[in-house]
């Protein structure tokens, strides 16, 4: 009996030093944990997608750091130049995932009056190349279930083709860079191609959506001056073609 009570007297002990050293030790280290403060990068203004963001649209605040994401923007100059990749909201923290260091849709930029950017739906993941297409890919373009006969057509018009984007349904390019693995991977797969064609190429590629299935081929990924060699010899294409007819037309 002396020996069960000299047991629960020891276990009592124990039980009263743990908690001064819960007390006195651990619980202040959480305390000063959870109240430490840290300066982050926060907007002070509604910055909407696409728009550059500017050093009055953002303030530097101290909030605690207790849960805060680790990849939260702490710098201003992380975040003064670069564009903003959603629709941003006063107070919101900055993440590298929000911004982009180039203009969304840049590419449009380069439309000069000779050519047009267009989009086609892709209609599935095989067609698509299962979702590995990037801007700057050079592809041939084959239009299946084609007309009455339901054919496969391989057309010259459309052998090399620059793709501009591959856009999924919520609007967003599939391959941006400033997105992580896990991001891209949530985010729905490619369900269009944008792609910057002649007026001739953009209307044959209009008709071919309403009337076939598109299926994209990848010809060449590279570097740009290589990509250029074979849309200039699509370019050659129509010139040849545009030269033919004017020579029928001056026999006529």
């Known amino acids: 009996m002396k020996s069960w009570f000299r047991n629960r007297t020891i276990v009592g002990i124990v039980c009263i030093v743990f908690s ?25 203004k509604d910055v909407p997608k696409g728009a550059v963001i500017t050093a009055d649209q953002i303030e530097s605040v101290q909030v605690g750091a207790y849960h805060l994401p680790q990849e939260v923007l702490t710098s201003s100059e992380a975040v003064i130049g670069q564009y903003a990749a959603v629709d941003l909201k006063r107070n919101d923290y900055l993440l590298p995932s929000k911004l982009s ?49 339901r054919t496969t057509t391989l057309l010259p018009e459309l052998q090399y083709v620059e793709v501009l984007a591959a856009t999924t349904s919520s609007g967003h ?5 400033n997105q992580s693995d896990q991001e891209q991977d949530e985010q729905a797969l490619p369900s269009t191609l944008t792609m910057l064609v002649t007026p001739e190429q953009a209307k044959l590629l209009a008709d071919l959506e309403n009337k ?7 010809v060449y990924r590279g570097d740009a001056n290589t990509a250029k060699a074979f849309t200039d010899q699509q370019d050659a294409y129509f010139d040849s073609k545009t030269t033919q007819k004017e020579e029928d037309a001056h026999e006529q």
Request: aromatic residues 2%; neutral net charge.
């Open 20 to 44: 001064l050293i819960l007390t006195l030790g651990i619980a202040p280290l959480l305390n000063r944990t959870s109240s430490e403060q840290i300066a982050i990068v926060r907007l002070a």
């Open 212 to 218: 076939s299935k598109l299926h994209a081929a990848l």
């Open 101 to 149: 260091n180039t203009p969304l849709d840049a590419y449009l930029s380069r439309l000069d009056g000779n050519k047009q950017a267009i989009s086609v739906t892709i209609k599935s993941l095989a067609a698509g190349l299962s979702g590995k297409l990037q801007p700057g890919d050079i592809v041939t373009i084959i239009a299946s279930d084609y007309g009455e006969l």
């Open 173 to 177: 390019d599939a391959q941006q860079n």
